[in-house]
């Protein structure tokens, strides 16, 4: 079966960075993107971008176009987001998602929280 | 950017009541090719986002056939017939016609 399995939680001090993973498994990984949504405590759902995995090509949205980066371990299947210089307003779980055809997010991880607190 | 409006932003239900979520959105959000990248996600308490709606009305392998999804150029409705326990938390919409694509605010589903 499909499955996304990210890194576990992080506390970090501002200016600091990390790098999350999200394991992939039960499919041929270069087949399909992979997406990131960032969630802050108590609120909802922000499209943060997505990774081409056939070219490793990051496309940004415009909240996440500094500090975020998107990469691939194609050989273990495996998506990574960093964060760099992180901030306070970093704090939050962040997710990543499947895309297929015509779906945007049609299998999610299970959520890595970000802590970041001085 | 598009904006969507979900309403209402919380709705308290009896079980086995139906359940109704409208999703406006500023702009049109069917595409040039003629499909609507119009998505609906349920947020479980503790839980990922999931998938139930997507293209308007397609409900996703393994979603009950209560949910049903339907609308057309900016206005969506995700109706819920018979609402169980396991349908409470917060419904999503979402749209990927326009860049940036984004989402609704979410509507709590809690129980009366």
């Known amino acids: 079966q499909i499955q996304l399995v990210q890194s576990g939680p992080e506390l970090k001090k501002p200016g600091e960075s990390l790098k999350i993973s999200c394991k992939a498994s039960g499919y041929t990984f270069t087949d399909y993107a992979m997406q990131w949504v960032k969630q802050a405590p108590g609120k909802g759902l922000q499209y943060m971008g997505w990774?081409?995995?056939?070219?490793?090509?990051?496309t940004y949205a415009d909240d996440f176009k500094e500090r975020f980066v998107f990469s691939l371990e194609t050989s273990a299947s495996t998506a990574y987001l960093q964060i760099n210089n992180l901030k306070n307003e970093d704090t939050a779980t962040y997710f990543c998602a499947r895309w297929y055809p015509r779906i945007w997010f049609a299998y999610w991880g299970q959520g890595t929280l970000v802590t970041v607190s001085s | 950017d598009v904006v969507l409006t979900q309403t209402p932003v919380s709705l308290s239900v009896t079980l086995g009541d139906q359940a109704s979520i409208s999703c406006r959105s500023s702009?049109?959000?069917?595409?040039?090719?003629?499909?609507?990248?119009l998505e609906w996600y349920l947020q479980k308490p503790g839980q990922s986002p999931q998938l139930l709606i997507y293209g308007v009305s397609n409900r996703f392998s393994g979603v009950p056939d209560r949910f049903i999804g339907s609308g057309s150029g900016t206005d969506f409705t995700l109706k819920i017939s018979r609402v169980e326990p396991e349908d409470l938390g917060v419904y999503y919409c979402?749209?990927?016609?326009?860049?940036?694509?984004?989402f609704g605010a979410g509507t709590k589903l809690e129980l009366k």
């Open positions: 990774i081409n995995t056939q070219t490793g090509k990051p």
């Open positions: 702009q049109s959000l069917e595409y040039s090719d003629g499909y609507t990248y």
């Open positions: 979402f749209q990927a016609t326009h860049d940036p694509n984004t």
